[in-house]
């Protein structure tokens, strides 16, 4: 059994920054990839960024440049740091994690105002 956990969502301001972790736990033999989905009200959840074991990253083109994906494999915790965040960026974001199966977070809620 594993387990996905997300922090670090909240409220701030147009132009403000975050910083979002995951961690996974539990039965892990290897994680291979770790992205971080985001699903705003009336829209379909979207992939924002995802990082392979090596360190690869890839990003939506609406985030590029301005939100970074990192990981630390010791403590298979996964971050996004979201700067110059717009409110265009509003959403419940998800972590996910493969580990031979697909586990997901619970999400954490992200609120840019105007």
């Known amino acids: 059994q594993v387990q996905v956990v997300e922090s670090g969502g909240g409220l701030v301001q147009a132009g403000g920054s975050l910083r979002l972790s995951c961690a996974a736990s539990?039965?892990?033999?290897?994680?291979?990839?770790m992205a971080w989905y985001r699903q705003a009200p009336g829209k379909q959840r979207e992939l924002v960024a995802v990082?392979?074991?090596?360190?690869?990253?890839n990003y939506v083109d609406s985030v590029k440049g301005r939100f970074t994906i990192s990981r630390d494999n010791a403590k298979n915790t996964v971050y996004l740091q979201m700067n110059s965040l717009k409110p265009d960026d509003t959403a419940v974001y998800y972590c996910?994690?493969?580990?031979?199966?697909?586990?997901w977070g619970q999400g954490t809620q992200v609120t840019v105002s105007s």
């Open positions: 539990g039965v892990i033999f290897s994680i291979n990839h």
């Open positions: 996910k994690v493969l580990a031979g199966a697909e586990y």
């Open positions: 990082i392979t074991r090596s360190g690869m990253t």
